[in-house]
Nanobody
C-alpha cells in the first residue's frame, strides 16, 4: 500500500523559514520522482517543484524564485521542502505527490500559516 505522509507545517511570521518533510512507503522510493504541491485558501492546487530519484535534478515553479529547496534522503525514504523568506501568499496546505505503476498518490497535506 502506497503511503505519503507530510509533516512540519505550522505557523510562522513573514520572512521566516520552515522545512516540511514527506515520508513514503509502499513503492520504490529511490527511483521515483517526488513532487511538492500546495493549495492556498480559495486557490487551485499548484506545483511547487519536483526532484528526480537520485536527487540530481530539481525543478521549481517560477514563484519559488530561489526561496525554496527540495532535497531527499532515500535511505530514510523522505523528501524535504525547505522554505525561506515565507510570505502570506505562501500560506496553504502543502502536499507530497508521487506516481507509482500508473497511479497518482498524495499525502494528506500539512498546513502552513504565514502571518504578516
Amino acid at each position: 500500500q502506497v503511503q505519503l505522509v507530510e509533516s512540519g507545517g505550522g505557523y510562522v511570521q513573514a520572512g521566516e523559514s520552515l522545512t516540511l518533510s514527506c515520508t513514503g512507503s509502499g513503492f520504490r522510493f529511490s527511483s521515483n520522482v517526488l513532487y511538492w504541491y500546495r493549495q492556498g485558501p480559495g486557490k487551485e492546487r499548484e506545483r511547487v517543484g519536483l526532484m528526480n530519484g537520485d536527487g540530481s535534478n530539481t525543478k521549481y515553479a517560477d514563484f519559488v524564485n530561489g526561496r525554496f529547496t527540495i532535497s531527499r534522503d532515500n535511505a530514510k525514504r523522505t523528501t524535504y521542502l525547505h522554505m525561506t523568506d515565507l510570505q502570506p501568499e505562501d500560506a496553504g496546505v502543502y502536499y507530497c505527490h508521487a506516481n507509482w505503476l500508473g497511479f497518482p498518490y498524495w499525502g494528506p497535506g500539512t498546513q502552513v500559516i504565514v502571518s504578516s
